[in-house]
């Protein structure tokens, strides 16, 4: 039992250490080059089980600003700007759309949450322009905050404070405060977990 147990241990090891080497040659061609790396992050989010939250973690932890132990970045997610940076012991499930955030430790982020750098993605001043030529402001991150859950296909474009909860299905336009509960389109307060 002792050698079967051994057996098992180094497989595993030469396994991760596989994951991490092959995540080092590929974060090689999504670095430096924004298109590459959406492109690059659109064609690991195919990748399912294990192996692909490995993979995906190995390759981020080699682009991205930060990225913390203990991420699980599921099958179907996509991080659209090589700026986020993820905290440690972070759930991403399926299907999300990560577009310019920092996310804090002990986040909790439900299947098909889309995280938008803000309210204001295309300029739309002009009448005489159609408002795809009008181009973008410059992108700013949101921030989800320390312990905070976003619940399944929410749509957050602001900030969510530490420990709040943003409930399923919430369009988040406005700043999320700390212990805050937001639901709804546009997201409403419905109480304080700390009162």
Known sequence: MVRYNSMVSLIAKVYNNSIERAGGAIAAIGKGDANRFH???EALSRIPFAIGWKLRRAVYARILPRIGADVVLHH???IDDARTSIGNDVWIS?????DYAVIEDHVL?????????GRNHHNIDRLDIPIKQQ?????EPITIG????????????????????V????VVTK???????????PARLIRMRNE
Do not use: E, R
């Open 39 to 41: 492109y690059l992050s």
């Open 175 to 185: 700043d999320v405060p700390p212990f805050a509960i937001v639901a709804g389109n």
């Open 94 to 98: 399926v299907n999300c759309y990560l």
């Open 135 to 139: 181009g973008n402001p410059p992108k």
């Open 109 to 117: 982020i439900g299947q098909h949450v889309v995280l938008l750098a």
């Open 76 to 78: 179907g997610s996509v």
């Open 146 to 165: 320390h312990g905070a859950w976003i619940g399944a296909n929410a749509t957050v474009m602001a900030s969510v404070g530490h420990d709040a909860i």
């Open 167 to 170: 409930g399923a299905g919430s």
